[in-house]
């Protein structure tokens, strides 16, 4: 490791700003991509951007119950993509190339 | 015996449930005998009780109660589906499942080739059935049930033969007016669950008695029930169900309409005594005067009637209101005493003008009838011994019941109603014997038309047994022994019914008098009145002698002007149709009372209707602008939560001032 970054001591602040960067690049691919896999894949980006402040926050006050609730929000998300990722499949199936601003059946 | 005083209504069930599940593969007959059998298994049960009862020794242990199960288990309100065997519920079902099973055997040979024949003896049953849990219920929800059960009974079986506009309406006119009575009988009970906080008898007489009642409460349940008692029974202003019920086969009406059915308002009355003792006295005078008024009424109507069974409807009516007229004297020995003999002779005329009805091939006028004792011998005797019966001719049952009754009523109401029941009295031994006289005696009016397509087409129950119908030849004929069974043995009991309570006549033995009233003695105690110390009662012997002449005079009038011809019949128009009270009733409800409804149909379709279909159009006037926040397009939804997320945390940080 370099001199340079061995003299950096991470803080809560870097993970964080780090989280942040994530839940930001996340929520913004949500809302400009059309890609359905694309946009599941930033709903998982910002799930896991959640999950680093978590952990951080736990460190921090040493407290466990930080790290509990992201065994808690990965079990979640292990079963949310099982279900995502099937009826994302299916209905590419049905329409090939469909993007999310096509499935609009439920307007109101 | 008493323990298994369950097995009463359970059998007619089993029958019901039996014929329910193979009645189309039983069939004729086998359906009939099994129902039959079932009956007759409740009798014996009822007779098992009887004696069960007979030997506990001290009379105010006579009582039992046998539960099956907690049936409305409802925080304060304990109600359980629990049967009661005293001696007033144990006589009830013996007459019922008695002259039950003779009806049913009647009907077997009645109903000959009819093709719902099953469905028939399907309807008898659940009939029994109900009828055994209105009588032994231990409160009156059970009572109830059976209340509703032999109401649907009667209009599945007065509409038996629905085919027949005429017969179906009829049922439906005898539903709804039952309805109003129901009415009553559901306001008494919600006023003794809210007074006394139970439905028991035992609770509710026991308040009664025990004075833990104010008057007025009482009164008002006593008045609900006669209401009640008032539908079910037949009495004036709601009588007029049941004429049109003879609609139904014979059968039904023997079984329904005269002998057991129409008796459960009666029973009712006597069962709740110790309330209507409680209540204020004008409860019973209304009582005695409906009654009374309900008898004279339907007897001047009987007399002009021309149909076989319409006369003896109308005769049920008016005997229906002197047992109305004892329950008011406070005479509930007599008014069981009457319901009995009643049952017996009334049942033997519904079946003799059945049989009589089946012999002339479903003609029912009787001015197209006549001398028919030479051609149907053993039905003119047996409906002769009911004639001397119901005319109040000693020593036919009748006239021990229907003395006992006036007796009562002068000694506890006075003259004025004494002499309206003596002129009812007249007026039945002269319609009776008007009646006996057109189908029995004079010249045979049947040849004149000696036509078999007089056998009205819709007649269900085929003839095909008949030589007369294929061609020509009309001729009526005797039924069969399976119908002159039952009307010989009803003969036999109209002879002797008197016995159970004969009154306390110096020529008769003192063992044999008032054994009916020392038996019903622990159940009617409360309100029966004791008219030992009264003139009338004095007089008692002079008062039989002078029902004895009214019933012969009323006989000789009618031979006078029917077979002497020494005056014309009278029999206006007015009395034919009922003084038109029944016209009067449809014209009300078919002119006012219609316009009334339409009005109230008009206010739930403007004003009810308006609030809740207004109501609707709000919301979905209020839910089309809000659903196009629905887009549809998911990234839409993201950026909503999102710019929720943003307001989210403005508001915690200025507006809940965090950090």
């Not at chain 2, 004696?51 to 020794?57: A, P, T, V």
């Not at chain 2, 099953?118 to 219920?137: A, P, R």
Request: glycine share 10%.
């Amino acid at each position: 490791m370099s001199p340079v970054l061995a003299a950096v001591v991470p803080t809560t602040a870097y993970y964080l700003i780090l989280s942040a960067v994530l839940f930001g690049i996340g929520a913004t691919g949500l809302l400009v991509r059309r890609n359905p896999l694309i946009m599941f894949m930033c709903i998982e980006l910002m799930l896991n951007a959640v999950n680093i402040t978590f952990v951080a926050f736990a460190t921090r006050f040493g407290d466990i119950s930080g790290q509990t609730a992201v065994f808690f929000v990965m079990v979640v998300a292990a079963a949310e993509v099982v279900v995502g990722l099937g009826i994302i499949i299916s209905i590419l199936r049905r329409r090939p190339g469909a993007t999310a601003d096509d499935l609009a059946e439920l307007k109101g | 015996m008493l323990d298994v005083i369950w097995l009463i209504p359970a059998f007619p069930l089993a029958g019901f449930l039996l014929i329910l599940l193979f009645g189309r593969k039983l069939g004729e007959p086998r359906s009939g005998y099994l129902a039959a059998a079932m009956v007759l298994a409740s009798f014996v049960v009822a007779v098992g009780a009887f004696f069960d009862l007979l030997s506990i020794d001290d009379e105010h242990d006579r009582h039992h109660v046998e539960t099956l199960f907690s049936w409305v288990p409802v925080d304060a309100l304990q109600i359980d589906m629990a049967f009661l065997a005293d001696p007033l519920s144990i006589t009830m079902c013996l007459f019922v499942t008695g002259i039950g099973f003779l009806i049913h055997l009647f009907a077997i040979g009645y109903m000959h080739g009819d093709p719902r024949f099953s469905k028939f003896f399907l309807y008898l049953n659940l009939f029994v059935l109900s009828m055994t849990l209105l009588v032994l219920g231990e409160n009156l929800l059970v009572t109830f049930l059976g209340w509703e059960g032999v109401g649907t009974c009667s209009y599945f079986l007065i509409s038996f033969w629905h085919e027949r506009d005429s017969a179906a309406t009829a049922g439906k006119k005898a539903f709804v007016t039952n309805r109003i009575g129901d009415w009553g009988f559901m306001i008494a009970m919600f006023l003794g669950f809210a007074h006394v906080g139970s439905v028991s008898y035992g609770a509710l007489n026991g308040a009664a008695e025990g004075g833990g009642l104010s008057t007025r409460t009482a009164t008002l349940i006593a008045l609900f029930l006669f209401v009640g008692a008032v539908g079910k029974s037949a009495q004036l202003p709601l009588y007029l169900w049941l004429p049109d019920a003879m609609e139904g086969p014979t059968p039904v009406s023997a079984l329904i309409h005269a002998a057991t059915m129409v008796t459960a308002g009666v029973f009712l009355m006597t069962r709740m005594n110790p309330m209507l003792a409680a209540a204020a006295p004008e409860v019973s005078q209304v009582i005695a005067w409906v009654g009374v008024l309900t008898a004279l009424f339907a007897a001047t109507v009987a007399v002009a009637q021309t149909d076989i069974k319409k006369v003896l409807a109308y005769s049920t009516v008016s005997q229906l209101g002197y047992m109305f007229l004892a329950v008011g004297s406070g005479a509930f020995v007599a008014a069981i005493f009457h319901m009995v003999t009643h049952a017996f002779f009334k049942a033997l005329m519904f079946l003799g003008s059945g049989s009589v009805i089946h012999g002339m091939h479903h003609e029912q006028d009787m001015r197209k009838m006549g001398a028919l004792r030479k051609v149907m011998p053993i039905t003119a005797i047996t409906f002769l011994i009911g004639w001397l019966a119901i005319a109040g001719v000693p020593p036919f049952a009748g006239f021990w019941s229907k003395d006992e009754i006036l007796l009562f009523t002068l000694a506890e109401r006075g003259p004025v109603l004494y002499v309206l029941g003596l002129v009812t009295a007249i007026l039945t031994a002269f319609y009776m014997t008007r009646q006996i006289i057109m189908v029995f005696f004079g010249e045979a009016r049947w040849t004149s038309h000696a036509n078999a397509d007089e056998a009205a087409p819709e007649d269900v129950a085929s003839d095909d047994h008949h030589v007369s119908t294929a061609h020509g030849e009309f001729k009526p004929h005797e039924s069969p022994v399976i119908m002159l069974f039952p009307l010989v043995v009803l003969a036999g009991l109209s002879i002797v019914g008197g016995v159970i309570q004969l009154p306390s006549f110096g020529f008769i033995p003192h063992d044999w008098q008032h054994k009916l009233e020392s038996w019903l003695h622990p159940v009617v105690a409360a309100g029966e009145a004791h008219i030992t110390g009264s003139s009338a009662y004095e007089n008692k012997g002079l008062l039989a002698l002078l029902a004895i002449a009214c019933a012969l005079v009323g006989i000789a009038i009618a031979i006078a002007i029917y077979v002497r011809k020494v005056a014309k019949p009278v029999e206006p128009e007015l009395l034919a149709n009922g003084w038109y009270y029944d016209r009067a009733v449809s014209d009300f409800m078919g002119g006012p009372g219609r316009k009334a409804f339409e009005a109230f149909a008009w206010f739930d379709r403007t004003v009810v209707d308006g609030a809740v279909n207004g109501a609707a159009k709000l919301v979905k006037a209020g839910a089309g602008g809000v659903r196009t926040a629905q887009s549809g397009n998911v990234r839409n939804y993201a950026g909503i939560v999102g710019v929720g997320v943003v307001l989210l945390l403005v508001w915690f940080v200025i507006g809940r001032g965090f950090f």
